[in-house]
């Protein structure tokens, strides 16, 4: 069974920083595609960032130049580095895995991703 457990979340003034990590068990299947995805009150769940089997990366608009995704294949974890926070990122995140067939990411959308964590909370004060 294919899990995905997230830890890293807190509490930060605005500037500030957070690293977020994603452990990935439950298959043998090489990590293929992994993103982190936000949800805030109200909002509908959005897509941060990816990356792929070759370390390829996408990153929405709105963190491009603040967060860092990347993978430690060796022990399936993905982390995402969070710089420059604002209140405008206060949410909860999500770890979320492609298919296990599939070879590469796709749109970085939510019907892309067929497994899903518990999510992490983060908050920025101002």
């Known amino acids: 069974q294919v899990q995905l457990e997230e830890s890293g979340g807190g509490s930060v003034q605005a500037g500030g920083s957070l690293r977020l990590s994603c452990a990935a068990s439950?298959?043998?299947?090489?990590?293929?595609?992994i993103a982190w995805f936000r949800q805030a009150p109200g909002k509908q769940r959005e897509g941060v960032a990816q990356?792929?089997?070759?370390?390829?990366?996408t990153y929405a608009d709105s963190v491009k130049g603040r967060f860092t995704i990347a993978k430690d294949s060796g022990v399936d974890t993905i982390y995402l580095e969070m710089n420059s926070l604002n209140p405008e990122d206060t949410a909860k995140y999500y770890c979320?895995?492609?298919?296990?067939?599939?070879?590469?990411?796709?749109?970085?959308?939510?019907?892309?991703?067929?497994?899903w964590g518990q999510g992490t909370q983060v908050t920025i004060s101002s």
């Open positions: 979320a895995r492609a298919p296990l067939l599939w070879v590469r990411c796709r749109n970085l959308a939510v019907t892309d991703f067929a497994f």
């Open positions: 439950g298959t043998t299947y090489a990590i293929n595609c």
């Open positions: 990356i792929d089997i070759d370390g390829r990366t």
